[in-house]
C-alpha cells in the first residue's frame, strides 16, 4: 500500500522557480539577488549569539500527548536569550498538507507568531513570526496523496476505517500541491502579485537590503516573515548560514547493466516484497487493537511508527529501481553552493560557516543511515566540497571548508565527526536533528561507527569516515520504551574559528509520564 507519492526531481525545481517568479524581468533589471536575505534585527554583528534548531517536528497530538508541543514549550524558555530558529524540515507530517498546518504547526508554536494568543484565527499562508523562524524542505513537505486517497468517499470504506480511526495518521484529504503548501506558508510566494504594480510596489516594500551581491529580501520578525527561495543564504555575527533543498539532489544513482547490478535489483525486489508482507501482517495486528485501552493505544503508536518506516523505506528502494541516467539532479543548486562557499572564504569579515538542510550525509539511525538518498546527498556534498577546497587552496590554513552540518530526516538527535574520508568533508561536526515531534527510532545495531568501500590501487577496502558521538532516540522496551525528543541550542562565541557550544534539550517520554532535561553541552 502506497500511503504517500513524491513529485519527480523536475517538477519540484519548475515549480518552486514559478512561485518565486525566478529570473522575472523586473528581478533581474534590478539585480535582485532571490537565494540571498539579511536579518532585519538588533544587533546583527554581534560575534556572540545563539540560535535554536528543530526538525521532523510536524506532527499533531498523539493519542492524547503532544510531543512538539513538549518541545515548543520548552523552547520557550530558550527564545528571549535567542536570536533565531532553524528548522531541518518535516515542518507537516504526513504530506504537508494546508489542512494540518492549524494542528500541527500554528497551534504548537502559537508563541512564536504574531497574534498566537488567537492561533486559531491564523491561516497557515498568513504567518508572521515574532522571531526569525528559518526553515528548509523535508520530503514530507513535498509529498502527496496517491490518486485513490483523493477518490476515496464513504465511512465504511474498511481502507478508511483502519487508516483513520486506528492509526490516526495525519493524512486528510488533501497533499501539499507539490510543494506548493509549504511555499505559501514560509516563502515570498511572488507568483500570487498578478498585477505589475503591485508586484513592482511589493519589491520597493521588501527587497531594499543592500548586500555585495546586489539587493535582496529583508526579513522583518513581526512584519513581514518570508523566505527569498527553498535554498538560500544569510550572514550573521560574521557566520555564512547557507539552507539547502536536499530533496533536488537525493535521487540515488542508476544501478548498473552489470552482474552486480543485477543481483542488486533482485535483493531491492526481494526486500521491498519482504516490507509489503510485514506492512501486512502490521495492519492484521492494528484491526485486533483498541485504541480506547491505553495500553493497547501505546502498541498503536508503535505499529503506526513501523508502518511509516517501512513507507521510507519502499519509497527509498522505489527510487533505486526506477532511477535511470536520465534523471534530473539539481546542479543549478550545487553550483550555486560551491560558488557562495568560495565567496565566503575570501570575504575577510566572515569568520565561519554553517550548512543546514534535510537530508543527513552521515547518520546511524536505524532507517536511514544505508539508505541510497543518504549516499546521494554525501556524494554531491562531497564534490561540492572538494572543488572549494580546491579553489580556495591555502585560505582555511588547516579548517575544514564549514565549521557545522546541521540536517534532519533520521529521527533522532545525533552528533557525529567525519576523520579522514579521503574529501573535503574530512574533519567536520554533523548534527542531525530530527527528533522534535514525529516518531523517534533506534540507533543501528551495527553500531556507531561508519565506514565505505573504496578503490584504490591495491583494490577494494574498507575506511571509517565517521563516529558518532551522541546519539539520542528510542530505546528500552515495553514499560520501560523511552521516547526522547529533543531539539538544541547552539551559542556561538566570539573568535575566528569561532567556537558554537551546542546544548540539548529533552522532552523523554518514558511510560504515560514526562519529564524534561538538558544534557552536557558539546563543544565544537
Known amino acids: 500500500m502506497k500511503f504517500v507519492s513524491d513529485p519527480p526531481i523536475s517538477v519540484k525545481i519548475r515549480k518552486m522557480k514559478q512561485r518565486v517568479r525566478w529570473g522575472d524581468p523586473v528581478i533581474l533589471e534590478r539585480g535582485i539577488d532571490q537565494t540571498r536575505m539579511v536579518l532585519d534585527i538588533n544587533e546583527p554583528d554581534n560575534p556572540e549569539f545563539s540560535f535554536l534548531v528543530v526538525g521532523d517536528s510536524g506532527a499533531g497530538a498523539q493519542r492524547g500527548h503532544n510531543p512538539q508541543r513538549q518541545i515548543a514549550e520548552l523552547m520557550l524558555s530558550q527564545r528571549d536569550t535567542s536570536d533565531f530558529v532553524l528548522h531541518t524540515g518535516d515542518v507537516i507530517y504526513l504530506v504537508g498538507s494546508s489542512e494540518y498546518y492549524q494542528k500541527n504547526f500554528i497551534s504548537p508554536y502559537r508563541e512564536f507568531l504574531v497574534g498566537g494568543e488567537d492561533y486559531k484565527k491564523i ?23 496517491p490518486w485513490f486517497f483523493g477518490v476515496m468517499t464513504g465511512t465504511t470504506l474498511p481502507l478508511r476505517r483502519l487508516l483513520w480511526s486506528k492509526l490516526d495518521f495525519d493524512i486528510g484529504w488533501q497533499g501539499s500541491g507539490q510543494g506548493r503548501v ?35 529580501l529583508r526579513y522583518q520578525p513581526g512584519h513581514f516573515t518570508r523566505l527569498p527561495n527553498r535554498y538560500y543564504t544569510f550572514r550573521f555575527g560574521g557566520i555564512d548560514f547557507f539552507a539547502l533543498d536536499t530533496n533536488t539532489f537525493n535521487a540515488p544513482s542508476p544501478l548498473p547493466n552489470t552482474k552486480e547490478g543485477d543481483e542488486l535489483r533482485r535483493e531491492l525486489y526481494q526486500r521491498r516484497e519482504e516490507l509489503e508482507r510485514s506492512e501486512e501482517k502490521i495492519l492484521e495486528t492494528c484491526e485486533r487493537l483498541n485504541p480506547d485501552n491505553p495500553e493497547e493505544a501505546d502498541i498503536l503508536d508503535d505499529q503506526q511508527a513501523k508502518l511509516e518506516q517501512i513507507e521510507e523505506a ?88 564549514v565549521d557545522l552540518v546541521l540536517s534532519g530526516h533520521a529521527h533522532c538527535l545525533e552528533h557525529l565527526y567525519t576523520g579522514d574520508t579521503g574529501h573535503a568533508d574530512s574533519h567536520i561536526n554533523w548534527i542531525v536533528c530530527g527528533g522534535s515531534g514525529y516518531s523517534l527510532r533506534r540507533q543501528r545495531a551495527e553500531g556507531s561507527d ?57 522532552a523523554e517520554r518514558l511510560g504515560r509520564h514526562w519529564s524534561h532535561s538538558q544534557l552536557e553541552p558539546v563543544v565544537i
Open 314 to 401: 519502499k519509497l527509498d528502494i522505489e527510487k533505486q529501481l526506477t532511477t535511470d541516467k536520465n534523471i534530473v539532479t539539481d546542479f543549478e543548486q550545487l553550483e550555486w553552493l560551491k560558488q557562495r562557499l568560495i565567496e565566503s572564504w575570501h570575504t575577510q569579515e566572515v569568520r565561519g560557516r554553517v550548512l543546514y538542510f534535510h537530508h543527513p550525509p552521515y547518520v546511524t539511525e536505524a532507517t536511514k543511515w544505508d539508505q541510497g538518498q543518504t549516499m546521494e546527498v554525501r556524494y554531491h556534498l562531497r564534490r561540492v566540497l572538494d572543488a572549494v577546497d580546491e579553489a580556495v587552496g591555502e585560505l582555511p590554513q588547516g579548517r575544514p571548508i
Open 182 to 216: 509549504y511555499a505559501q506558508a514560509f516563502m515570498d510566494y511572488l507568483k500570487a502579485l498578478n498585477n505589475k504594480e503591485a508586484f513592482v510596489r511589493h519589491l520597493d516594500q521588501h527587497y531594499t537590503a543592500k548586500t555585495d551581491t546586489g539587493p535582496c
Open 450 to 506: 561508519l565506514s565505505e568501500r573504496f578503490r584504490d590501487n591495491g583494490g577494494d577496502r574498507i575506511r571509517q569516515v565517521a563516529k558518532s558521538r551522541l546519539f539520542v532516540g528510542r530505546h528500552g522496551h515495553g514499560s520501560k520504551k523511552g521516547r526522547p525528543y529533543s531539539f538544541i541550542r547552539i551559542d556561538v562565541k566570539a573568535g575566528c574559528p569561532p567556537k558554537l557550544v551546542v546544548r540539548p534539550f529533552i
Open 123 to 145: 491561516a497557515y499562508d498568513q504567518m508572521v513570526f515574532n522571531i526569525p523562524f528559518l526553515p528548509v524542505l523535508g520530503n514530507h513537505d513535498y509529498y502527496d496523496l
